[in-house]
């Protein structure tokens, strides 16, 4: 039982050009979301995150939105850059459970120039 | 250096064998934690550790053990590698406060064959 699904594994984008990657949770006591960002043969590195109590976060080109409702995430990346082309993943915890995260299953970002 | 180191980066071992990957990180973080990455399953948590000596299980754990005797270091020991734990491992570390969430950061990964 998967409680975070991100169900594109691909994307392919334009340079300068508009990145949305999606992501699906299913526990309501999730109440912290983080994005990560990994390059082949490193360690993801964290890019954003957003709390339930919000429903949008923005730094610099990344905007992350929620929608509680829905229990969706996105992530936007605006605009996209050659340097961008990684695996994206999504996560989500809760401040009850300690910092424990459940990520999802990644999507592979290519950025073309 | 500064950060989470994970020794070795690369492993290949056979099965049967007991296998210890070590975790370092120099920022007196709280939390640790161990994960695998395989296809199609993103990060699985293996281990986590809130402090020295207090472990739990993760989603995965059956077939590995930790110990913490020590803030910074969080070994994840193997005891009988079977070629299904052949994957990367991922260490990790996080702050800690009451009431509050913090990123984790991850080391390099160790490649794990298991032949």
């Known amino acids: 039982d998967q409680q975070v699904k991100q169900n594109s594994p691909s994307l392919s984008v334009q340079e300068g050009r508009i990145s949305i990657l999606n992501c699906d949770y299913t526990?309501?006591?999730?109440?912290?979301f983080l994005w990560y960002k990994k390059y082949p043969a490193e360690g993801p590195t964290f890019l954003i995150s957003?709390?339930?109590?919000?429903d949008k976060n923005e730094d610099g080109r990344f905007t992350v939105f929620l929608n509680k409702s829905a229990k969706h995430l996105s992530l936007h990346i605006v605009p996209s850059q050659p340097g961008d082309s990684a695996v994206y993943f999504c996560?989500?915890?809760?401040?009850?459970?300690?910092?424990?995260?459940?990520f999802g299953g990644g999507t592979r970002v290519l950025v073309k120039p | 250096d500064a950060g989470i180191t994970q020794s070795p980066r690369y492993k290949i071992t056979e099965t049967g064998r007991q296998v210890t990957l070590m975790c370092h990180q120099t920022?007196?973080?709280?939390?640790m934690f161990w994960y695998r990455q395989d296809l199609g399953h993103g990060l699985r948590l293996i281990y986590y550790?809130?402090?020295?000596?207090?472990?739990d299980k993760g989603e995965v754990s059956d077939g590995y053990v930790v110990s913490r005797s020590k803030t910074e270091n969080f070994p994840l020991t193997l005891e009988s590698a079977t070629r299904s734990q052949t994957s990367v491992y991922f260490c990790?570390?996080?702050?800690?406060?009451?009431?509050?969430?913090?990123?984790?950061?991850f080391g390099p990964g160790t490649r794990l064959t298991v032949t």
């Open positions: 990790a570390s996080s702050d800690r406060r009451a009431g509050a969430f913090y990123e984790q950061y």
């Open positions: 550790s809130a402090a020295a000596d207090i472990t």
């Open positions: 996560a989500a915890g809760s401040k009850a459970a300690g910092n424990k995260l459940t």
């Open positions: 526990n309501s006591m999730f109440d912290y």
């Open positions: 957003i709390s339930s109590i919000k």
């Open positions: 920022w007196s973080h709280s939390y």
